[in-house]
DNA sequence: TCAATATAATTAGCTGGCTAATTATTTGAT
DNA sequence: ATCAAATAATTAGCCAGCTAATTATATTGA
């Protein structure tokens, strides 16, 4: 019932579903979905070919979600999927190299963005909210499990 | 490139999306998705009938996005679309009984879940993290508009 | 060894956001 | 008073996430 938790609650709501919407609305012009430039943008700083497992981690979705972004990518030149030599079931990501090139533009109209929405904050509250954050992501991953 | 911006972008994808997904699990037992499930909680507490209009900007979507939200609802008995008597173009959105008997249990749960996540934190350093969100909201804000 | 289990990618089908366009009604300006 | 513009709800169609089930291949243990 604290004022705190349901101030936090609606900020969390709010924040995030505003960044996207904003990088969603400054990648359009490129073509590209927020969806989309994530694998893009994850495989650019990877900078080595990615298993999609890891490359679905790192965008912070599953797997199966990722396949059809992927098949998109794949259709419009962006990617390769590489057969893996150690595994026969598994496939590398690869970026080609027009991708390659975009990738830097891409990450400099989101480090932008980024940069218009946090460059006014005091450095010192800002640790402390990402030290808070951090713990509610902790305290998240304890609730998943059930007290056993 | 400084290192917190990074951090406190990625935490601001990823603990949204951990509260959500823990969310949906405690409340899949009733029967809801978290998005019929917020329709049901804001129609709770505002404790009176309410326009779709302001309803969507309560639960933080589009118009458009609420309306198969309400056939849903209606549907299953949860809500009643009212004619509204001064504009005819407008409907008001009112609770069943039955709707407003569960949605107590609902908030019980939903609560259950923020105390869990929040109730570890420093009070303090809660109050600097809203703080630095609600700046962060600002900015957003500000760089719908561009500079004119 | 080889059968059971686990894992990588995929497919199918659901949910739930969005924008753009439509319809009915209201408001506002001349 | 009337016509143009704004507004409330809706529909249609897209994008993108999820889970569950499938297929092919690897790993493990009796």
Redesign the interface.
Known sequence: ??Q??Q???E?????????RA?LDQRLRPYGFSQATWQVLLKLGRAGEPLLQNELAARV?IEPASLVRLLDVLQADGWIVRQQDEQDRRAKRICLTAKAQQLSGELLQVA?A??????D????Q?????????????A??????EPPA
């Not at 963005?113 to 946090?118: N, S, V």
């Not at 800002?126 to 992501?137: F, S, Y």
């Not at 305290?139 to 998943?144: I, L, T």
């Open positions: 019932m604290s705190s938790h101030e936090v609650a900020l969390l709501g709010a924040v995030p579903k505003a960044w904003l912070g480090d963005l980024k940069a218009e929405l946090l006014g904050l005091d450095p509250e800002l640790q402390t909210c990402i030290k808070v954050l951090a713990q509610i992501r305290a998240a991953e304890q609730a998943e």
